[in-house]
């Protein structure tokens, strides 16, 4: 078996110091390194920990990711339209729990059958971990090199493969919300078109705007098409947690999120991790019109939800209900001023801008050019 120090050190000299990840048995000595000694969010399901960790690479740092395989089937989403139509690398492992004649769970049989298979499928280079130290060193250099190739690589993990390993005590942090600030006005319920027009006025040489997939994206991209924009296409409900992994890593930028009603439901448990972590750099902004626009105008299930006391409840500094456009560019000039995280919803309209456009721009471009931006500033984070 490998010492998860001595694994973890390894990784550390190539670079590696970010993890975010969903618990499993056979990966919690490494799990519990990376609580140890670097910076690990532990997020609510795999699919935001790919999405954190490509948050993480767009500020030119590295990320590792860790899941058992039945999570696997949660990050499919964000592995083959984030990773792959973004060229953004990511370092994984992924256990075997199901593995052909070892006894396990019958939930993980049929995983543990097809696990190198779907990833071969999403054309993410994998290998076997070895356990012996000196051949998992060279395969961690070997995946290093290939990391270089704008493509996510992943280690499959056995069982029994690393020692174990405590996990030290840590003070638990909570977060509690400071300032509330609900719905007392009839809304304006303005169009989305007009509305990012106000947050775009935002955008200087410290913030950077990350829109979700559809129309929000194509719309921004409408208005002004600059390299403080990131266009999300695909990784529905992604948005928020690509904008924490950057938050994070890039500390002296603002992040303003950008979000329609059914992406946030899709991961809403994106925000409790957002508000564990508390970037204070982070804005993120929730445009409701209670329908999936992008697919034809079908509603979401949006209009029970109080977003606001959602956000409230997972512990945002601070939740804001925007009733008008006025309101909208004031809290956002004020939360440049002050910081603290932040979330804040406004009503729109349905309906979109007529005869609306694509970006011309390609995804993997678009990633170059924010990470051009978001290296204006050298960055000051800590692990």
């Not at 600030?181 to 950077?208: G, V």
């Amino acid at each position: 078996m490998i010492d998860a120090y001595i694994f973890g050190n390894e990784l550390k000299s190539l670079g590696y110091k970010f993890y975010a990840g969903v618990p499993c048995s056979f990966l919690k000595s490494l799990i519990n390194y990376a609580i140890n000694d670097c910076r690990y969010i532990n997020a609510t399901n795999e699919g935001d920990a790919i999405s954190i960790a490509a948050g993480c690479y767009l500020t030119g740092n590295k990320a590792v990711v860790l899941m058992q395989n039945s999570g696997l089937t949660n990050a499919v989403s964000p592995l083959t339209s984030l990773l792959y139509t973004f060229k953004i690398p990511v370092l994984g492992f992924v256990s075997l729990r199901g593995e052909l004649g070892v006894h396990d769970e019958p939930q993980h049989e049929l995983m543990g059958q097809i696990t190198t298979d779907m990833l071969t499928l999403m054309e993410v280079d994998w290998e076997y971990l070895s356990d012996d130290i000196n051949s998992a060193r060279e395969q961690l250099k070997k995946a290093d090199r290939i990391l270089d190739g704008s493509k996510p690589f992943f280690f499959v993990v056995k069982k029994n493969t690393f020692a174990e390993i405590a996990l030290k005590k840590k003070e638990e942090v909570f977060s509690f919300s400071k300032k509330v600030i609900t719905k007392t006005n009839k809304d304006q319920i303005p169009q989305r078109f007009d509305t990012l027009k106000i947050i775009s006025r935002h955008k200087d040489i410290d913030t950077a705007l990350f829109a979700t997939t559809g129309k929000t994206g194509r719309e921004l991209y409408d208005i002004e098409d600059t390299g403080h924009n990131l266009y999300m296409v695909g990784s529905m409900g992604c948005i928020g947690s690509l904008g924490l992994g950057t938050a994070l890593n890039a500390p002296s930028k603002n992040i303003i999120v950008i979000d329609g009603d059914g992406s946030l439901l899709m991961r809403s448990g994106s925000l409790a991790t957002i508000a564990k972590f508390q970037p204070d750099n982070y804005l993120h902004i929730l445009l409701d019109n209670n329908t999936y626009d992008s697919t034809g105008g079908q509603e979401t299930v949006a209009s029970n939800v109080d977003f606001v006391s959602l956000a409230q409840s997972n512990g945002f500094n601070t939740s804001i209900y925007c009733h008008n456009l006025d309101e909208l560019d004031s809290y956002i000039g004020e939360w440049k001023k002050k910081k603290g995280l932040c979330f804040m919803y406004l009503r729109i309209s349905k309906g979109s801008k007529k005869d609306l456009g694509r970006p011309s721009i390609k995804p993997y471009q678009v990633k170059d050019r924010i990470m051009k931006f978001l290296s204006v500033n050298p960055n000051t984070a800590k692990y």
